[in-house]
């Protein structure tokens, strides 16, 4: 139970969020048009849905957290809907854009072969140990609207036996992998802007909530 405790604000770290977020896409700008401007609409689209996705993620969870305005609106399954449109956007388009710039990384086929099924493994492991133990509503933010999520134990079984975070360090694996199994060099740096901005809303969004989730 939260006592004496209030909730953080909508901008709480999100002059760092925006910030990294700037120094990431001017990166991603820059290394995008070395390879020659690729695909931009796909490129781009890449790109844009994870922002949208995380942006979506930060304004529900603080809006919920200071007024339930998200249950008395769309309510946490309308939440819920558009937050795993956005997750499976995110992969789709990843996939769109690997179909379009295959081959253009030119990795040694050896080595694409060991490191796509190495990053299959350990992204499958990842998200089997999400949805087995963990729940994906509750991944998906459900103790900023149900005390009981907020009541349950940490979870130390499956992947989460050696890490407190297997999602961001080895779910997001299956971007890589696809990344690399399209010898992709346009979805490789797409892959690495996704994976880098979600640890930026982990450090900028999901720990001031969780402090105040958890203590």
């Known amino acids: ?5 209030k909730p953080p604000g909508l901008w709480t770290g999100q002059i760092f969020h925006f910030g990294t977020l700037s120094v990431l896409l001017g990166a ?4 995008w048009s070395y390879m020659g401007k690729p695909f931009p609409n796909v490129f781009w689209s890449a ?3 994870p922002i949208a996705h995380q942006i979506d993620v930060w304004l529900c969870w603080r809006l919920q ?3 339930d305005v998200i249950s008395r609106t769309i309510g946490f399954r309308g939440y819920i809907v558009g937050f795993f ?3 499976g956007g995110r992969f789709l388009s990843l996939l769109f854009l690997a179909t379009r710039d295959s081959g253009s990384a030119g990795l040694p086929p050896l080595a694409r072969i060991s490191l796509t099924i190495v990053s299959i493994v350990l992204g499958a492991y990842a998200m089997y140990s999400t949805m087995r133990y963990f729940g994906m509503k509750r991944a998906a933010g459900a103790d900023h609207f149900d005390q009981d999520y ?3 134990p940490l979870v130390k079984k499956g992947i989460f036996r050696y890490t407190n975070n297997g999602m961001y360090l080895y779910a997001f694996l299956l971007f890589w992998a696809v990344a690399i199994g399209f010898d992709s060099s346009a979805t490789l740096l797409a892959a690495a802007f996704s ?3 979600i640890w930026n809303d982990s450090y900028a969004t999901e720990k001031p909530d969780m ?5």
Do not use: C, E, P, Q
């Open 1 to 5: 139970m939260i006592l004496n405790k």
């Open 28 to 31: 991603t700008w820059v290394a």
């Open 47 to 49: 790109v844009g849905i």
């Open 65 to 67: 957290l200071k007024s």
């Open 85 to 87: 449109i956005l997750f």
């Open 150 to 152: 907020r009541d349950m």
């Open 195 to 197: 994976h880098i901005f």
């Open 211 to 215: 402090d105040y989730l958890y203590g």
